[in-house]
């Protein structure tokens, strides 16, 4: 125990594990690529899903780079940087997040040899930073602009767009139909940023064709009172009027005690009650709404008080869909029922209840502001559908970008070799190790369209050698050949409508570069105990698993403080 | 090394479980030995080509950075010799902003010094003399070195203080000082008031938003707040702004109250009667002219009703600090509460904003509230970064280099960096110490040799030959050269003036006599005893661990 008596080796809380140096690199560089490779087999048209079993017992089939990442749940730090990557271009882009995951593995595992071989990693870095924005430059350069075309021809490129997108999800079958009504989706919302307008219902049953766009809003039948059935379920031009209280029997307030000293007046109170309420049914009716929607409960008096005087009413509505249906309608939802003037109503060309599979449905066409739209879903197995509304939702955001940005590049792995080899061709003319570095740089690139052919079952190096072959010729004329997934040559990307915005690629690169630096940057990992945990032991087995590689200052041998 | 005999006598003096070192092997060296450790993890950080660390704290948050002050803050440094070497870069930390490395390395490196000369059979009185001698020599060159014309700057000149913030900068975010300090710099300037003496590091806010890539990054005249309006007014301009520190809603009675009811009469009334009065509320609020709501708290349905009905745009900052910057931003004076019915919100106490509005950044709403001119006094550098550790360590840079801007408001004048001027310290210091007639000639030498850690550590981090670097260093300074430093990109000795990397002297001078101050601590103790901690058997187990 005199170990006790030696302090410095207690420099760092006891528990705290530390490891340091070049072994704690690579370890690094291998939990990243490992990490990579359970994505890898995703990327592109040909992607293979994963399913994944989470510790709640819900099961997620999905080939989304950031959703799987999510559900991995992984614990090694510097592999968790990867997951903040796939996250970020989740939100920043929307799609692209097994791109960018697999980039930053690939340029990890070419930087493994260097570093093996003694490469300080900070050259490495200044490297990679130089062949990012070399990279980024060309991006821009190559990248063609919709800008200034009608609307028609935009509409087109846009879901040109959405649909190399949805080629590589699992409704990649039904690519053109779900792109087109994306396109009309993200244009009916209009240039306000507001994605939470696009609502996305999901209907087990039926198949994917089935599903539909609306114009406006839609959302499930709520549940309702006795009466319902009685209201009429359709209307031409209703007004709207939107509510935030309950239409319901109930106590005022909660604070409120009545004492009565005259058992006479009971009666009274009980008719006060009731004339509260009916007031408030009577100010609705009044307003001139033919469509009455609240937040909260509409009770069966309410419900039967409308049906008698043919308006529809519909409680409990969702607060997403009812702000939905106040943009679109141009109401604005009422917390009170007194003083309802004309201009908080809101109105719609067509409101009508629809069925769709099993389920009823509410839907709002023709609204006058026009900055919505709702997706239905359909589709066999729950998980499937889950898996649509995701693909849907990176197609969506693709548009959106596509939309702002309005430039696109060429998909299907062809901008990849482009910048490829204009990096090696650039590293040609560096004298010094960046040389090097830049050309691992470029060749970790190319695990784009490898990973396209490996996914596809064709032969990845003889579909890129002809690639680099094309991309080689001098005139330029084949810097937009990539993989032609259907005959397992090589095509014209460009001229095949294989498109992508430019921002996916820019900022895949763009993270995918900070990532690996970051993680190339770190040689030290301290890990303190956790607060309030006993996890010596773990601590312990692993400080007693590495080597030690500090200063010789053994002395007391196991005593060290580190490792 | 690995004498372990322990003081029987004193052992059986005191309780059992106590720690008892004392003596030159026992305590001076093993403190060394703690204190050389810390400045070795730290070491690899210094300097621009320095090396992240991955630390994961108690609570399990990664941090990766290389900033040496978040280092040891989240180290959880146990030793208590070690400690001190991390008081001293928290001192730096706070007197300066930045530094913090170079203080712990420097005063690791004395120490390592002080044991050589230790061995060699010195006092540590004797070392503790000379290092105190030689820090005075040390501020004095200092003082000498400071380049000519920069003791008066202009703090609005944007060329000026990036000249300064760069290095500071640079030290962090090596590659991308340029994108960063003109992101510090304009922030900066844009909020320094008239007297630049007062310039508050609080004013210059941070914003983290995922996604996109540094060079999205922007400075903001304003704030960025990362939430949502509440109300469906999403944006608005030139508008005038009342602030309520308290939620805007009805006022209900702290004390539980009941509210007795009598007759059919008094229960219809009563929630017409509370309706009526938010809506006098608002009403009041918007009569005044203002067109924007925030509020410190919870903003009631029924208020919010009658917001909409009024137009006004109603914000919610629930953090008391962003409430106080807030109005800060647009000259509001906070009100308690919502005004009783009668009284209007006084004109004067309403602030002026020249927009705000929500949008989408990388997926987040944020609200962004402009104001170009009038108050001005807050400023936001909105950082965008792919994952939330490199916006904590972008943040931490930019933190560094407000702190910098801040010490240049106060002294302005500069030294040359890229170690240039730590090798013309060695080289003078050098040459004091042949004029010392005592034993503390050999401290003194000693301390200036310790100043070759700086050129060293540089060096080596960014993979270049330390050895050839420092003697071409010493060539180039004995030759009269005295602004020759590592040019780190081309691995050369280079002019710094031409480089342009400059140390403020503020921060040199504070974190070389921080260090010293800390190595001569260390050296002074000869005796720790430690106290059994309480709570013993658990303190026993991890010490058990460590055998293993």
Sequence with gaps: ?563 | MGLQMQSHGIQSMLKEGHKHLSGLDEAVLKNIGACKALSIITGTSLGPNGMNKMVINHLDKLFVTNDAATIVNELEVQHPAAKILVLASKAQQEEIGDGANLTISFAGELLQNAEELIRMGLHPSEIISGYTKAINKTVEILEELVENGSETMDVRNKDQVLSRIRAAVASKQFGQEDILCSLVADACIQVCPKNPANFNVDNVRVAKLLGGGLHNSTVVRGMVLKSDAVGSLKQIERAKVAVFVGGVDSSATETKGTVLIHSAEQLENYSKTEEAKIEELIRSVADSGAKVIVSGAAVGEMALHFCERYKLMVLKISSKFELRRFCRTTGAVAMVAVPTSLTQPNPDDLGYVDSISVEEIGGVRVIIVKNEEGGNSVSTVVLRGSTDSILDDLERAVDDGVNTYKAMCRDSRVVPGAAATEIELAKRVKEFSYKETGLDQYAVAKFAESFEMVPKTLAENAGLNAMEIISSLYAEHASGNSKVGIDLKEGVCKDVSTLCVWDLYITKFFALKYAADAACTVLRVDQIIMAKPAGGPKRDQPAGMDED
């Design chain 1, 1 to 563: 125990m005199s170990a006790m008596m030696q302090p410095q080796i207690i420099l760092l809380k006891e528990g705290t594990d530390t490891s340091q140096g070049k072994a704690q690199l690579v370890s690094n560089i291998n939990a990243c690529t490992a990490v990579a490779d359970v994505v890898r087999t995703t990327l592109g048209p040909r992607g293979m899903d994963k399913l994944i079993h989470d510790d709640k017992g819900s099961v997620t089939i999905s080939n989304d780079g950031a959703t799987i990442m999510k559900l991995l749940d992984i614990v090694h730090p510097a592999a968790k940087i990867l997951v903040d990557i796939a996250k970020s271009q989740d939100s920043e882009v929307g799609d692209g997040t097994t791109t960018v995951v697999l980039l930053a593995g690939e340029f990890l595992k070419e930087a493994k040899p260097f570093i093996e071989d003694g490469v300080h990693p900070q050259n490495l870095i200044r490297s990679y930073r130089i062949a990012s924005n070399l990279a980024l430059e060309k991006v821009k350069e190559l990248a063609v602009s919709i800008e200034g075309k009608s609307l028609e021809e935009k509409k087109s490129l846009l879901a040109k767009c959405a649909a190399t997108t949805l080629s590589s999800k699992l409704i990649g079958g039904e690519k053109e139909f779900f792109a087109s009504m994306v396109v009309d989706a993200v244009i009916a919302i209009g240039h306000e940023d507001r994605l939470n307008m696009i609502g996305i219902k999901k209907v087990p049953g039926g198949n994917m064709r089935d599903s539909f766009l609306v114009n406006g809003v839609a959302f499930k039948k709520t549940f309702s009172y006795a009466g319902f059935e009685q209201q009429p379920k359709k209307f031409l031009n209703p007004k709207i009027l939107l509510l935030n209280i309950e239409l319901e029997l109930k106590s005022e307030k909660e604070n409120a005690e009545i004492r009565l000293s005259d058992p006479s007046q009971y009666q009274s109170i009980v008719d006060a009650e009731w004339n509260i309420i009916y007031d408030k049914l009577d100010k609705c009716v009044q307003s001139g709404a033919k469509v009455v929607l609240s937040r909260l409960a509409i009770g069966d008096l309410g419900t039967q008080y409308f049906a008698d005087r043919d308006i529809f009413c519909a409680g409990r509505v969702t607060e997403e869909d009812l702000h939905r249906v106040a943009a679109a309608t141009g109401g604005t939802v009422q917390t009170s029922v007194n003083n309802v003037i004309d201009e908080v109503l809101g109105t719609c060309e067509l409101f009508e209840e629809r069925q769709v599979g099993n389920e009823r449905f509410n839907i709002f066409s023709g609204c006058p502001s026009g900055l919505t739209a709702t997706i239905v879903l359909r589709g066999g197995a729950d998980q499937f559908i889950e898996e649509a509304e995701r693909s849907l939702h990176d197609a969506i955001m693709i548009v959106r970008r596509a939309m702002k940005n309005s430039t696109v590049v060429a998909g299907g792995g062809a901008i990849d070799m482009e910048i490829s080899r204009y990096l090696r061709q650039h590293a040609r003319t560096i004298a010094g190790k960046s040389q090097l570095f830049i050309n691992s740089y470029a060749k970790a690139l190319e695990v784009i369209p490898r990973q396209l052919c490996d996914n596809a079952g064709f032969d990845a190096t003889d579909v890129l050698n002809k690639l680099r072959q094309k991309h080689a010729l001098q005139s330029g004329e084949g810097a937009n050949y990539g993989v032609d997934i259907n005959t397992g040559g090589i095509a014209d990307s460009f001229a095949n409508f294989v498109w992508e915005p430019a921002v996916v690629k820019i900022n895949a690169i763009n993270a995918a570069t900070e990532a690996a630096c970051l993680i190339l940057s770190v040689d030290e990992t301290v890990k303190n105990p956790k607060s309030e945990s006993a996890q010596g032991e773990a601590a312990a087995s692993a400080m007693g698993g590495r080597g030690r590689g500090g200063a010789g200052f053994r002395g007391r041998g196991r005593g060290m403080r580190r490792r």
